[in-house]
């Protein structure tokens, strides 16, 4: 039989604090939670000091993950929600503007001079004084079209 052992508030509030160490000493956004949850489960045991460490270890569980859902359900919807959508997809942001060729479509192959890069195009062949439209983008290379 195992004997009761005697934890204290302050063992959870310690426990915290190491998970926001941690919090502090990786990348991401994890550790936070749970030192939440062990902030949380602390103050619990010093206002109800007769839980068992298995009922303490249950509410510590049980908070943890509601913590995580909850916040992931947050940054989620704020994801969406962004001025900016196209940010850090830098072709997706040239997608239906309209540039000169900067060397000819030969075989499907060409390529184009956007502000101060050279990209490469696939489209219909023509020559180098024809402006194309930009209709998509597959990896780094455009799909153009003929600009009438």
């Not at 602390?42 to 569980?61: H, K, M, R």
């Not at 180098?128 to 799909?143: A, L, M, W």
Request: some cysteine; overall charge negative.
């Amino acid at each position: 039989m195992m004997p009761d052992i005697l934890f204290e508030f302050w063992y959870w509030w310690a426990f915290a604090l190491v998970l926001v160490v941690a919090e502090l000493l990786t990348p991401g956004f994890f550790f936070l939670w749970l030192a939440i949850s062990a902030f949380i489960t602390g103050g619990v045991l010093l206002a109800v000091p007769v839980l068992s460490l298995e009922f303490q270890a249950l509410i510590f569980a049980v908070l943890s993950v509601l913590s995580i859902v909850a916040w992931r359900r947050y940054a989620r919807a704020q994801s969406s929600h962004s001025d900016q959508p196209l940010l850090n997809q830098r072709g997706a942001q040239y997608i239906g503007r309209v540039f000169n060729l900067y060397e000819p479509i030969i075989n499907g192959q060409g390529k184009i001079k956007v502000d101060d890069s050279i990209w490469k195009v696939q489209g219909q062949d023509c020559d180098i004084s024809t402006r194309v439209k930009i209709t998509g983008i597959r990896g780094v290379v455009f799909e153009v079209e003929h600009a009438d």
